[in-house]
Structure formats: structure tokens, C-alpha cells
């Protein structure tokens, strides 16, 4: 059985940095492609980024060279950092996990979900 807790987020001013985390606790922990999605008000759930067992890292486009996405396995949490963050990024952030390829999993591939964080970025 896995379990995903996130932690972090919250409200920042634009250009601000956030960190998101997310416990995972599963026998299966280095197996796992974990990511990151978020929902805006009112959109779909979209990908982030997600890190395979080999630290393989892949994001969306929307964020790449702002968020970074690591793990720290002596701990089993990931992690996303937010730099330079935009009031588009405002939403929930969730973590997912499965034994999945990261670099083709959709969305529904994903077995287990946290509960979700907000992270609010006011102009």
C-alpha cells in the first residue's frame, strides 16, 4: 500500500520561490516514477515533472527552468521547488506515484495520489 503526504506551499508575491514536499511511504519507494500535477481553478489536472528511480527528471514546459523536482530517498520524500513563480502557477499541487514508465505515464496510469496543496501566487 503506498501513502503520499505533501506538505509545503502557501502564498508568495510573483518572482517569489516556494518548496512543496511529499512523504511516500511504500516497500516499493525506489521503484517509483513520482510527479507532480496541478489543478488551477476551474482547468484540468496537468503534469509538472516527475523523476524516475534513476533520477531521470522530465517537466512541462510551463515550468522548466523555474521548478525543480528531486527526492531524497533516505528520507522517501520528493520534492518541487518553485523559483520565480507566476500567478499562473497558483492551484493544487498534488504528488503521484506507481511503478510506471515516468516518460510516457498519463495521468490515469497513476495509482496513488496525495491529497493535493495550495500554492497561491498574487501579482
Known amino acids: 500500500h503506498v501513502q503520499l503526504v505533501e506538505s509545503g506551499g502557501g502564498s508568495v508575491q510573483a518572482g517569489g520561490s516556494l518548496r512543496v514536499s511529499c512523504v511516500v511511504s511504500a516497500s516499493t519507494y525506489s521503484t517509483l516514477c513520482m510527479s507532480w500535477f496541478r489543478q488551477a481553478p476551474g482547468k484540468e489536472r496537468e503534469f509538472i515533472a516527475s523523476i524516475e528511480s534513476t533520477n531521470t527528471t522530465n517537466y512541462a514546459d510551463s515550468v522548466k527552468g523555474r521548478f525543480t523536482i528531486s527526492k531524497d530517498n533516505a528520507k522517501n520524500t520528493l520534492y518541487l521547488q518553485m523559483n520565480s513563480l507566476k500567478p499562473e502557477d497558483t492551484g493544487m499541487y498534488f504528488c503521484?506515484?506507481?511503478?510506471?514508465?515516468?516518460?510516457?505515464?498519463?495521468?490515469?496510469?497513476?495509482?496513488?495520489w496525495g491529497q493535493g496543496i495550495q500554492v497561491t501566487v498574487s501579482s
Open positions: 503521484a506515484a506507481d511503478v510506471v514508465y515516468c516518460d510516457v505515464a498519463q495521468e490515469d496510469d497513476y495509482n496513488y
